[in-house]
């Protein structure tokens, strides 16, 4: 049974001892090991949980001392650190999955879409405007 949360610090703590299980704790021998993959990992679990962007990921730990705690960081990543953390992690399938289901196990989140359309004015609440609607019985169309 899976129980949803709003709060960071839990799904930040689930996606460390899941990236533990799932990762090695550095990507290569030589890496500067700075930061483990596992704590990278959390931090992009928190970054799709908060649906913010890397700059705004950094600037949340930065705001929140228990979030950096609890990721065990000794200090918080570059954004640019976080961004080459994601193309290198989340390269593989794998990774992404579990990303995913970090995040959907706490937030009870369904499958993404793949493709959606929607009304480019906003000014319907349908699938499309009325404009369109009107204008496909003159063009003619499926």
Known sequence: M???SKSPKAVVLAALATARRALPAYSHVCSPKKFTQHQLFAC?????????DYRGVAAH?????ELVEAIELTKIPHFTTLEKAAKRLLKSAAARRLLEATVRLHMKRRRRVQRAAIDSTGLECTSA???FVRRRR?????
């Open 138 to 142: 003159y063009v003619g169309g499926p």
């Open 129 to 131: 405007s009325g404009y």
């Open 61 to 65: 730990l930065k705001d929140h001392a």
């Open 2 to 4: 899976a129980l949803t």
């Open 44 to 52: 992009l679990a928190l970054k799709n949980f908060l649906k913010t």
